[in-house]
């Protein structure tokens, strides 16, 4: 009887007991996943990425750093976080960004451009800070030399091969006297390639015909200035500025049958005849290569800033028969030729 009442007793608590047990075991299992994904999280680099604007070669760079440091074993998501922010071009966004870069303290902070150069030399004093897409950090004051610089600062640069911009010139069209540029006088690395343009065209016996732009809204005055003197070819520097209108400036160009020729891999297929680029891809590898020299315990301070590794030649031969350009047969032979279709 007493066997009875308890076996009675204990099928009518079985149902409470087993949900009990349930409910313990997902408990348990919950605190174990939260436990495993808390180790996982810290035991994740914390990298920050603070570009200037939205252009080209902000694009390539982003993701050449996130492919570099997958190159060398580091995946996002898995091995570290990434947070990206872009100013639009705003210098008191800017500021706002580097300031919570200073407060988050990331392991590493990559920035790309010149203005981002210039604001982070002011405001970073010790997070390791990795540059890249910036023609010449010691005009941006990162260093007095390649070797000489920031303690904390160390990056990538990417000044435009302007020499053998004009070496191709001279092959290509041996008739030009004069070719013309727009250049961005707020922008110091626009006024440094605008000068080492003009430097190379100067020693070739070629004058250069430069238009300045303040701002995205002048572009297309300029453009139009610039035709009106006509030089045989423009030839676009590169900056922050006239690298976001690139395909307006290539559009008004033909329009009145001047040819262009460019210093950004993505011109080539808005219609630049010949494009002798820095590979901005290349550029953010190159910068997550000596991030992951950080991060394995070497100072910013004893790695010398360094030229992106790798120069492209992409040309058009559609854009150079609308032209009449009659592109010499050896163009084809370069190593490494990009023909754009």
Not at 28 to 37: E, G, H, R, V
Not at 214 to 238: G, H, M
């Amino acid at each position: 009887m007493k066997h009875s009442l308890v076996k009675r007793a204990w099928a009518s608590i079985w149902p409470l007991v087993k949900m009990l047990v349930i409910i313990i075991v997902i408990s348990a299992a919950l605190l174990l996943t939260d436990k495993i994904s808390s180790m996982n999280n810290s035991a994740r680099k914390r990298f920050s990425l603070i570009q200037f604007n939205d252009s080209p070669l902000s694009e390539l760079s982003g993701q050449g750093i996130i492919d570099g440091l997958a190159s060398l074993g580091l995946i996002r998501g898995r091995d570290f976080d990434l947070d990206v922010s872009n100013a639009q071009g705003d210098i008191a966004a800017l500021n706002l960004m580097l300031d919570k870069a200073v407060s988050d303290r990331p392991e590493i902070l990559f920035i790309s451009s010149t203005p981002t150069l210039q604001a982070a030399v002011k405001k970073i004093r010790t997070l390791p800070v990795i540059f890249t897409v910036v023609a010449d950090p010691l005009v941006a004051g990162a260093g007095s030399s390649f070797q000489d610089h920031l303690p904390n600062f160390t990056g990538i640069s990417t000044l435009g091969d302007y020499e053998g911009m004009i070496r191709w010139v001279k092959i290509i069209l041996p008739q030009a006297r004069q070719i013309g540029t727009l250049f961005s006088p707020g922008e110091s690395n626009s006024v440094k390639n605008m000068n080492v343009l003009k430097n190379f065209a100067e020693l070739a016996g070629i004058k250069l015909i430069t238009v300045p732009v303040n701002s995205s809204q002048e572009v297309t005055d300029a453009v139009y200035s610039l035709a009106a003197r006509r030089p045989d070819v423009i030839c676009q520097i590169v900056d922050n500025l006239t690298s976001a209108s690139a395909g307006s400036i290539i559009r008004i160009a033909r329009d009145q049958k001047i040819p262009v020729f460019g210093f950004v891999s993505d011109q080539s297929k808005a219609g630049a005849v010949i494009v002798v680029s820095r590979d901005y891809h290349q550029a953010g590898a190159d910068a997550a290569r000596l991030a992951k020299r950080v991060l394995d315990g070497e100072s910013p301070a004893k790695i010398p800033f360094e030229f992106v590794s790798k120069t492209e030649l992409l040309i058009n031969p559609a854009a150079a028969a609308f032209f009449k350009i009659n592109l010499p047969k050896d163009i084809y032979l370069q190593k490494g030729i990009i023909i754009t279709k």
